[in-house]
């Protein structure tokens, strides 16, 4: 089965830094783009940065480039989502999804609160 | 980016009635390779979003079949030929052919 496991999220504070991982199973990883999707408590989904197989592509929604990187490390099956220079709006559940394009397979949520 | 506009943005249905979802784009969604990557997702209370249609109009496996979706370019539906009591939640429009894709603000389906 297709499996997306999210870890590392936490509470940090304002400025500070975290790095989100999402360990894929069940399926080629290389050969799928990923994405990272959030959602802010009790607001719709906003799509946050997407990253092409070979990890050669990268995205960013303007509210995090320039803050977040996203990598992949096709060896592990595992993408991550390094996380800087953290603001109170970005507090939201991030979720890993397969196919940056429209996700097919999503994980259950990391809570990343951003608060003093 | 490309704005994503739903409507309505609450839908009251009645168990066994019709719905329908609005979905427009602020630009065409027909990529250079001829596809156009519109998805809808179903989101329910406490649960991870799932994609019910992919490219306008094809069904995700599991998907039951009175989920349906249609359009092009810019301006695309999804209906629901009978609500059932499984139904509820928020459903989205994501477009992923112009990065960075974007989501729809979300409709919530509810019984009347």
């Known amino acids: 089965d297709v499996q997306l496991v999210e870890s590392g999220g936490g509470l940090v504070q304002p400025g500070g830094s975290l790095r989100l991982s999402c360990a894929a199973s069940?399926?080629?990883?290389?050969?799928?783009?990923m994405t990272w999707v959030r959602q802010a408590p009790g607001k719709g989904l906003e799509w946050v940065s997407g990253?092409?197989?070979?990890?050669?592509?990268?995205f960013y929604a303007d509210s995090v480039k320039g803050r977040f990187t996203i990598s992949r490390d096709n060896s592990k099956n595992t993408l991550y989502l390094e996380m800087n220079s953290l603001r109170a709006e970005d507090t939201a559940k991030y979720f890993c999804?397969?196919?940056?394009?429209?996700?097919?397979?999503w994980g259950q949520g990391t809570l990343v609160t951003v608060s003093s | 980016d490309v704005v994503m506009t739903q409507s309505p943005l609450s839908l009251p249905v009645t168990l066994g009635q019709p719905a329908s979802i609005s979905c427009r784009s602020s630009?065409?969604?027909?990529?250079?390779?001829?596809?156009?990557?519109l998805n809808w997702f179903q989101q329910r209370p406490g649960q991870s979003p799932r994609r019910l249609i992919y490219?306008?109009?094809n069904r995700d496996s599991g998907v039951p079949d009175r989920f349906s979706g249609s359009g092009s370019g810019t301006d695309f539906t999804l209906k629901i030929s009978r609500v059932e009591a499984e139904d509820i939640g928020i459903y989205y429009c994501?477009?992923?052919?112009?990065?960075?894709?974007?989501f729809g603000q979300g409709t919530k389906v509810e019984i009347k």
């Open positions: 990253i092409a197989g070979g990890g050669d592509s990268t």
């Open positions: 999804g397969r196919d940056a394009r429209g996700p097919d397979c």
């Open positions: 630009q065409s969604l027909v990529l250079s390779d001829g596809n156009t990557y």
């Open positions: 994501m477009q992923g052919t112009h990065w960075p894709g974007t």
């Open positions: 490219m306008v109009s």
């Open positions: 069940g399926f080629t990883f290389n050969n799928f783009e």
